[in-house]
């Protein structure tokens, strides 16, 4: 039974990039929250997929943006970006009908120059 | 912004010894989650308890909530060297956990 996948592991971009993470939840999860965790901080939530919709934001200004397929996956992407987006991206998968405890993949590490 | 603040910020201690983590809370929750994150990856869901709940073990974990102080422990009993890993409480708000509310993390040092 794979858990949440998360690619890629490193990327390295420049400011004013734009860049797109993805992620595959746990087998039989249809909820896909995204949190960005800067160096030494807990996870910040950024937004939550479910049916294919956004279905809460947290505090992320609109370069900010999501997408969640038919099966379930999903995409991050990141416009304009800027030196402090540098930070670990953490995809966390659950089902909705229990949607307490969160299953989180390991992570992109994202490098902003 | 963060909800849950822990304490202390790191802690160092000898393998066989407890560990005790706090965590305080600013908002009233539905639920209250422990995760374990090694170096800096993804992260691991340990113990979860509800708001009308007081006190919750799993193996040597121990977890507390008191509600009326907005705060609660975990404790690690009988630590070994594989438990050093950064310890996060998250909160769940009342009504549907869409989002979780991580605070800053204990460092936790087990040391052999």
């Known amino acids: 039974d794979a858990g949440v996948t998360q690619s890629p592991t490193h990327l390295i971009k420049t400011r004013g990039q734009q860049v797109t993470l993805r992620c595959s939840p746990k087998?039989?999860?249809?909820?896909v929250s995204w949190y960005q965790q800067a160096l030494g901080q807990g996870p910040q939530f950024i937004f939550q997929?479910?049916?294919?919709?956004?279905?809460q934001r947290g505090n992320f200004p609109d370069r900010f943006s999501g997408h969640q397929f038919p099966n379930y996956s999903s995409e991050l992407n990141v416009n304009a970006l800027l030196l402090g987006d540098s930070a670990l991206y953490l995809c966390?998968?659950?089902?909705?009908?229990?949607?307490?405890?969160?299953?989180f993949g390991s992570g992109t590490q994202l490098s902003v120059l | 912004s963060q909800q849950g603040e822990e304490d202390p910020q790191a802690l160092s201690i000898q393998e066989g010894e407890n560990a005790t983590m706090n965590c305080s809370y600013k908002t009233s929750i539905n639920n209250l989650q422990w995760y374990r994150q090694n170096s800096g990856r993804g992260l691991v869901h340990l113990i979860l308890i509800r708001s009308n709940e007081r006190e919750k073990h799993s193996g040597r974990l121990r977890v507390t909530l008191d509600t009326s102080k907005k705060s609660s422990s975990l404790l690690i009993t009988a630590s070994r060297a594989a438990d050093t890993a950064s310890y996060f409480c998250a909160t769940g708000a009342p009504g549907g956990s869409e989002k979780l509310v991580f605070g800053k993390g204990t460092k936790l040092t087990v040391n052999p």
């Open positions: 966390a998968s659950s089902y909705a009908r229990t949607n307490e405890k969160l299953f």
């Open positions: 087998s039989g999860h249809d909820t």
């Open positions: 997929y479910y049916e294919e919709e956004e279905r």
